[in-house]
């Protein structure tokens, strides 16, 4: 079932295009494993009432599953169940510190394989670094609600990707999407309201047995639908096949792409769809997780399937390398194919921003720093790499505005044509796209200095600003 609160508007071309959240599939703890969730709500049974069973039957004998399964017992079992592909990948990983550069594919050609395109060898990785999601709420199943009638207990699935591990410690950071762990319909008695106080992490192949980590929200970004949460001192994590994934630079994805999509869709566990990228980058519009405003968001296209309940899955490319963080799909009628990630630039760049933060204040959000222009591309083209036979949009990015009393005045000037951007003994990026510069952005920290480099007249430049008060950042929760 579809998560009930949807958004819709209009954009693009002739007709309207309806975009909802990929959501979550909504069931009652009362729905079955292979029905996750019917056409209504289903109140929750009386404990330990079995609500698919008639009274006189005999309760089914529960498997018995040891905590610590993934453990060495069932390791053994690894090259049986992959065809011995994980060995390939180690000796990838060793050639890497060796210093080899190329990609996991790249390996497979240089020692001989005969490699198809749809490798499920990176695949079969990057399963182990999605996790499944539940959220349990409190929510009036009647709107108004019945007098005297308590909330019901409800459960929304999504999905999240290990970001780091600490796997000795039993520890992890995964990324989601706001909406997974928010919603609106709630009581709001909430530590945090509408901030579910019961999250639930399967990791693959532990999804039906009800064999759950109970995971805490770190803090979130509504306006990017962003958020992190986190496992400590997980005794089925350390000895579990999990793994972190490994992050890509979604800037150098290309039209037609191939593309894998692995989330929990409709509830049911993790799946894997395969598909392409259909647009790199663009903005669409959307309503927020608690549907008070419409936010521009920054996403990579895909025609890859995507259904309720993948939202905080992975998009990987054919390396196994995270490219995005899916979260909405197109609805309308006649409109087909239409799936959409959040790239992974910038998720990650909101999500460390959360988690840096959450070790220093208790807004549990990201923390933007602030330039104080407006932007604007002057001109667009593509560039043909014969290299790689892969083409790219490229953008001039030129100063529309500044605003007078904030960081970037006195320093850029309407005109400015803004080539790069870097922190002082850090991270830099070239500008070739609008959204460069404002994702960068959330990489700074208090007492960073930015450099900005431009050109003006045709001569190059640089502006130098160094973050040091509180003022100078904006915070997205």
Request: overall charge negative; aromatic content about 8%.
């Amino acid at each position: 079932m579809k998560k009930i609160a949807t958004a819709v508007l209009s954009v693009l071309t002739a007709g309207i295009l309806i975009l909802s959240l990929a959501g979550c599939t909504f069931f009652s703890p009362g729905s079955s494993a292979e029905e996750p969730g019917g056409d209504d709500p289903v109140v929750t049974p009386d404990p330990g009432e079995d609500p698919g069973k008639e009274p006189e039957e005999e309760p089914e004998e529960e498997p018995d599953l040891p905590d610590d399964i993934g453990g060495s017992d069932w390791m053994e079992w690894e090259d049986v169940f992959t065809g011995g592909s994980t060995e390939a990948y180690r000796l990838y990983q060793e050639a890497k510190e060796d210093g080899f550069e190329g990609t996991f594919v790249d390996f497979l050609k240089e020692i001989g394989y005969t490699v198809n395109v749809d490798s499920s060898v990176s695949v079969g990785t990057a399963v182990q670094s999605v996790v499944a999601i539940n959220c349990v709420f409190e929510r009036e199943l009647t709107n108004p609600p019945i007098p005297d009638m308590a909330p019901q207990e409800v459960t929304f699935s999504g999905a999240g990707v290990i970001y780091s591990l600490d796997k000795e410690a039993g520890d992890a950071y995964i990324i989601t999407n706001y909406h997974v762990v928010y919603e609106q319909s709630s009581v709001g008695d909430e530590t945090i309201p509408h901030i579910s106080d019961d999250i639930r992490v399967y990791l693959y192949g532990e999804e039906y047995l009800d064999q759950y980590i109970t995971a805490e929200y770190v803090g979130g970004a509504m306006d990017y639908d962003i958020a992190v949460i986190r496992i400590e001192d997980s005794e089925r994590l350390k000895n579990s096949a999990a793994r972190a994934v490994t992050a890509g630079d979604s800037d150098q994805l290309t039209a037609g792409e191939t593309v894998y999509a692995i989330g929990n869709a409709a509830g049911a566990g993790t799946t894997v769809t395969r598909g392409v990228v259909s647009v790199p980058a663009e903005y669409i519009d959307i309503l927020s997780a608690d549907e008070s405003k419409t936010l521009s968001l920054l996403e990579i296209r895909i025609d890859a399937a995507i259904n309720h309940g993948n939202s905080g899955g992975g998009l990987f490319n054919l390396d196994g390398t995270l490219v995005g963080i899916v979260n909405a799909r197109s609805e309308e009628s006649g409109i087909r194919d239409f799936g959409y990630a959040i790239p992974i630039n910038l998720a990650i760049g909101v999500a460390q921003n959360i988690i840096d933060n959450s070790f220093k204040n208790t807004d549990k959000g990201a923390y933007r720093a602030t330039l104080g222009v407006t932007v604007q591309v002057s001109a667009r083209t593509s560039i043909y790499d014969e290299e790689s036979g892969s083409s790219y949009v490229v953008e001039k990015i030129t100063v529309k505005e500044v605003t007078p009393d904030m960081p970037a005045a006195g320093k850029l000037e309407v005109g400015d044509l803004i080539t790069g951007i870097r922190i002082l003994g850090g991270t830099e990026k070239t500008v070739t796209r609008l959204h460069t510069v404002t994702s960068f952005m959330f990489n700074v920290r208090h007492g960073d200095t930015v450099v900005i480099s431009y050109e003006r007249d045709g001569i190059a430049a640089e502006a130098r600003i160094t973050y040091n008060k509180n003022s100078m950042f904006t915070l997205f929760a």
